[in-house]
């Protein structure tokens, strides 16, 4: 049986990819496949911490005339929702999983610990990470790096909805040149929206490198755990 080429990873999961051709909400199946995926990983002895993002549920930064503190923090609600119930569809898969929360939420979920987390590695269970960082002002992709760090995870799979990193926006422009691999400097210097700056620095300070890819396809979560050749690799190296 082939090996993982990681051993431990963190998925970063939009709340868009979690609301299928719905674009909004939770779409169960959307979900479910997804997770039959990251099964294959746990299956395959890849431990797996995962952030998911809230924009299925609310986009704190279109919403008018309100403070952007307390947008934030209902976006940080949306990302709890996510994690929740992608967590429910693990479990039915049959995965032993934890939620972990940045903000203490005693009642449904565990409040983010590292060493507790680590813990749950060891044991095999899927660790979901709701709640971002904690602080607004801070994107999921921001967290998705932090908790990466945190947890010594080997690379970061950001699942997005197009199949990579490019020059331009491929859904607009029919000239948009994909990148195979790219420095994580370069999204900085170039403004490409792959990750926010504070994301890419993060990633840049501590060595982590990136797959972003497209998750229509969910199995190209496992085919990247065992280091087939998806979407486009982000890192240090030149």
């Given at each position: 049986?082939?090996?993982?080429?990681?051993?431990?990873?963190?998925?970063?999961?939009?709340?868009?990819?979690?609301?299928?051709?719905?674009?909004?909400?939770?779409?169960?199946?959307?979900?479910?496949?997804?997770?039959?995926?990251?099964?294959?990983?746990?299956?395959?002895?890849?431990?797996?911490?995962?952030?998911?993002?809230?924009?299925?549920?609310?986009?704190?930064?279109?919403?008018?005339?309100?403070?952007?503190?307390?947008?934030?923090?209902?976006?940080?609600?949306?990302?709890?929702?996510?994690?929740?119930?992608?967590?429910?569809?693990?479990?039915?898969?049959?995965?032993?999983?934890?939620?972990?929360?940045?903000?203490?939420?005693?009642?449904?979920?565990?409040?983010?610990?590292?060493?507790?987390?680590?813990?749950?590695?060891?044991?095999?269970?899927?660790?979901?990470?709701?709640?971002?960082?904690?602080?607004?002002?801070?994107?999921?992709?921001?967290?998705?790096?932090?908790?990466?760090?945190?947890?010594?995870?080997e690379i970061v799979l950001k699942a997005?909805?197009?199949?990579?990193?490019?020059?331009?926006?491929?859904?607009?422009?029919?000239?948009?040149?994909?990148?195979?691999?790219?420095?994580?400097?370069?999204?900085?210097?170039n403004g490409l929206r792959v990750l926010d700056g504070t994301a890419a620095a993060?990633?840049?300070?501590?060595?982590?490198?990136?797959?972003?890819?497209?998750?229509?396809?969910?199995?190209?979560?496992?085919?990247?755990?065992?280091?087939?050749?998806?979407?486009?690799?982000?890192?240090?190296?030149?």
């Open positions: 049986m082939a090996q993982p080429k990681y051993k431990r990873i963190l998925l970063k999961l939009s709340g868009e990819a979690l609301a299928g051709e719905k674009k909004t909400g939770l779409d169960i199946p959307t979900v479910t496949t997804i997770c039959k995926s990251v099964k294959k990983c746990i299956d395959a002895g890849v431990q797996v911490g995962i952030v998911v993002g809230g924009g299925n549920f609310w986009r704190g930064r279109t919403s008018e005339n309100m403070d952007r503190v307390t947008a934030d923090h209902i976006g940080m609600l949306a990302t709890t929702m996510n994690a929740l119930a992608v967590g429910d569809v693990l479990k039915e898969l049959g995965c032993d999983v934890r939620v972990q929360s940045a903000i203490a939420m005693n009642a449904i979920c565990e409040p983010y610990i590292r060493e507790k987390a680590m813990r749950h590695f060891e044991k095999g269970r899927v660790v979901i990470f709701g709640c971002g960082t904690g602080n607004p002002f801070f994107s999921t992709d921001s967290a998705a790096s932090l908790r990466a760090a945190e947890i010594n995870a997005t909805m197009v199949d990579g990193v490019y020059d331009k926006d491929p859904l607009k422009f029919d000239d948009a040149v994909k990148y195979e691999t790219l420095r994580h400097k370069d999204i900085l210097v993060m990633c840049i300070e501590n060595n982590i490198p990136l797959i972003v890819f497209d998750l229509h396809r969910p199995d190209n979560i496992y085919d990247a755990v065992m280091g087939e050749k998806v979407g486009t690799l982000v890192s240090n190296q030149s």
